[in-house]
């Protein structure tokens, strides 16, 4: 019992002379289950809400785990099998699994043991259980042997710490560019993304134009702003920035250059002129 205790962090050698086509297929199945192990449509988390049977379905928060909806056991709980069960899909462990019955892991499903596996039945393992640091205690299970791995998961969206870094869903948002809330840090999209809050005028001499919108929606409006726009005129209007040349001639005087007309010419006068310089006078 002591020597199986400690398989899961022993990690059996292979040399030229042990590297045969069942050890060779046992390595490209645990890179390939690695690999799928975050590409599920589903997952559904065991709650115990019924109490320790795995075959329960109300003792999990979606349904009984299956090929598209991944087993999730928290830290803390655990779950019993005392009649046979198939296992598909992947199964992550952070509670604990006794398993007195029969279990059978079909091909290409998975069992990440980051907790406790106690194992007083019968397991026919077609597919593969990885230790993830986990602890094994019992029978070894039939067909394939255990695998041992540090079983660092990728963070994917479902509220759990999948890469076991103390963060949940840390790169998760919306990750198309051409959403209003586009998340450039994000690496995994969320579902999140919507297009509707930057759907505004994208017109840069409109009135209405909004220079955080990205989606114009055709609100684009050209007239709250018109007006005069030449600073001496006597129509200037300084709200507009869209001249609709209501702007009437200069009349000539004596003094030109006294723009402000107070009868001296001085500071004022030029910062008129500099300020009006460059500005379109209309015909």
Same mark, same amino acid.
């Given at each position: 019992?002591?020597?199986?205790?400690?398989?899961?962090?022993?990690?059996?050698?292979?040399?030229?002379?042990?590297?045969?086509?069942?050890?060779?297929? =046992?390595?490209?199945?645990?890179?390939?289950?690695?690999?799928?192990?975050?590409?599920?449509?589903?997952?559904?988390?065991?709650?115990?809400?019924?109490?320790?049977?795995?075959?329960?379905?109300?003792?999990?928060?979606?349904?009984?785990?299956?090929?598209?909806? =991944?087993?999730?056991?928290?830290?803390?709980?655990?779950?019993?099998?005392?009649?046979?069960?198939?296992?598909?899909?992947? *199964?992550?462990?952070?509670?604990?699994? =006794?398993?007195?019955?029969?279990?059978?892991?079909?091909?290409?499903?998975? *069992?990440?043991?980051?907790?406790?596996?106690?194992?007083?039945?019968? *397991?026919?393992?077609?597919?593969?259980?990885?230790?993830?640091?986990?602890?094994?205690? $019992?029978? %070894?299970?039939?067909?394939?042997?255990?695998?041992?791995?540090?079983?660092?998961?990728?963070?994917?969206?479902? $509220?759990?710490?999948?890469?076991?870094?103390?963060?949940?869903?840390?790169?998760?948002?919306?990750?198309?560019?051409?959403?209003?809330?586009?998340?450039?840090?994000?690496?995994?999209?969320?579902?999140?993304?919507?297009?509707?809050?930057?759907?505004?005028?994208?017109?840069?001499?409109?009135?209405?134009?909004?220079?955080?919108?990205?989606?114009?929606?055709?609100?684009?409006?050209?007239?709250?702003?018109?007006?005069?726009?030449? %600073? %001496?005129?006597?129509?200037?209007?300084?709200?507009?920035? *869209?001249?609709?040349?209501?702007?009437?001639?200069?009349?000539?005087?004596?003094?030109?250059?006294?723009?402000?007309?107070?009868?001296?010419?001085?500071?004022?006068?030029?910062?008129?002129?500099?300020?009006?310089?460059?500005?379109?006078?209309?015909?």
């Amino acid at each position: 019992m002591n020597v199986i205790r400690g398989l899961f962090r022993t990690l059996k050698p292979l040399t030229s002379v042990t590297l045969t086509m069942k050890n060779l297929t =046992n390595l490209l199945l645990t890179g390939m289950l690695c690999l799928l192990a975050t590409a599920c449509f589903s997952q559904t988390i065991f709650t115990g809400a019924n109490g320790t049977n795995w075959s329960d379905a109300g003792n999990w928060s979606n349904g009984l785990p299956a090929l598209d909806n =991944n087993g999730f056991i928290p830290s803390g709980l655990s779950f019993t099998n005392a009649t046979p069960i198939n296992i598909t899909g992947a *199964i992550e462990n952070h509670g604990t699994i =006794n398993n007195s019955g029969v279990m059978i892991i079909e091909t290409g499903s998975a *069992i990440y043991n980051y907790g406790s596996f106690v194992n007083a039945g019968t *397991i026919y393992n077609f597919g593969a259980i990885f230790g993830c640091n986990g602890s094994y205690i $019992g029978l %070894l299970p039939n067909i394939n042997e255990l695998e041992t791995t540090d079983c660092q998961l990728e963070e994917v969206c479902d $509220g759990i710490d999948n890469d076991q870094d103390g963060q949940i869903d840390e790169s998760c948002g919306c990750t198309n560019p051409a959403a209003c809330n586009f998340v450039s840090q994000a690496t995994s999209d969320d579902g999140s993304c919507e297009f509707s809050t930057c759907q505004v005028c994208t017109g840069q001499m409109a009135c209405n134009y909004n220079p955080l919108a990205s989606i114009d929606d055709g609100s684009c409006e050209y007239s709250s702003c018109a007006g005069c726009t030449y %600073l %001496l005129a006597p129509e200037y209007n300084p709200a507009a920035n *869209i001249d609709d040349g209501s702007c009437s001639p200069m009349e000539s005087c004596s003094c030109p250059a006294d723009i402000n007309q107070d009868e001296i010419v001085n500071m004022q006068d030029l910062l008129l002129f500099f300020a009006a310089y460059g500005s379109t006078c209309n015909q």
